[in-house]
């Protein structure tokens, strides 16, 4: 059985994949090399595989894709206009810690829904290449020039602050959405839970950054 806040939370998925799709075929024309076009093409395939995943669970529920995705679309291409990445490394740096950040806070969604739907959740986010492909090629960068770290942690530390304010956005402005949290605060052991929401999502950033050597 379908509740709004499924309907809502795979709708910003479904579109959050569909957008991903897109991008991440646009940062293929950013390529440096044929190897490196073809594995973003890899990457982008696979997100359009997840976005028709997510569509076709909505469609077995008697919920129009569609419709569950039409009211993210104007958040969701803010958010991506307001951070249009300048050049090849940014869009893999968006890539890996824009999307991480972004399938954290699904997952914690996702928790307090049904086993089913936190399944689906848990698979469409499943990582298809991009976190191995985007570090490597981020790691050869600064290596070959120490300057570029500087302003990748900038855009970084940019990026999440972006993402939070985008995440509350999402959670806030769906009344369904907004209740996950309300009826989540009234059990004794989500208190924390909420209250370290932003935390725990800051603490995967930073180790994202970490991982690459750059300031968070």
């Known amino acids: ?9 795979l709708g910003v998925l479904a579109y959050g994949e569909l957008v991903a799709f897109e991008r991440i075929a ?7 090399t044929l190897v490196d076009k ?15 995943q997510v569509s076709q669970y ?3 529920r008697g919920i129009d894709p569609i419709e569950a995705m039409e009211p993210f679309v104007d958040v969701l ?3 991506h206009d307001n951070l249009a990445p300048r050049d090849w490394l940014e869009g893999l740096l968006k890539a890996y810690v824009g999307d991480g950040i972004a399938a954290d806070f699904y997952r914690e969604i996702s928790v307090h829904l049904d086993e089913e739907t936190a399944a689906l959740v848990n698979d469409v986010l499943t990582d298809v290449g991009q976190t191995e492909f985007a570090v490597t090629r981020l790691r050869e960068a600064i290596e ?3 300057k570029v ?5 900038l855009w970084g530390r940019r990026m999440m602050g972006e993402m939070i304010s985008q ?19 009234m059990r004794p052991e989500a208190a924390e839970q909420l209250s370290g929401l932003v935390n725990r999502l800051t603490v995967a950033h930073s180790r994202r950054m970490d991982a690459l050597g750059l300031a968070s």
């Open 26 to 32: 646009a940062d293929a024309s950013m390529a440096p």
């Open 144 to 146: 070959r020039d120490p």
């Open 167 to 185: 995440a509350s956005l999402v959670a806030t402005s769906r009344p369904a959405l907004q209740q996950i949290f309300t009826d989540s605060a």
């Open 1 to 9: 059985m379908s509740t709004p806040a499924v309907k809502d939370l």
């Open 58 to 60: 909505l469609t077995q």
């Open 77 to 79: 291409n803010n958010f």
């Open 38 to 52: 073809t594995a973003l093409a890899a990457i982008a395939d696979a997100e359009f595989r997840h976005f028709q």
């Open 149 to 153: 770290a500087g302003r990748l942690a």
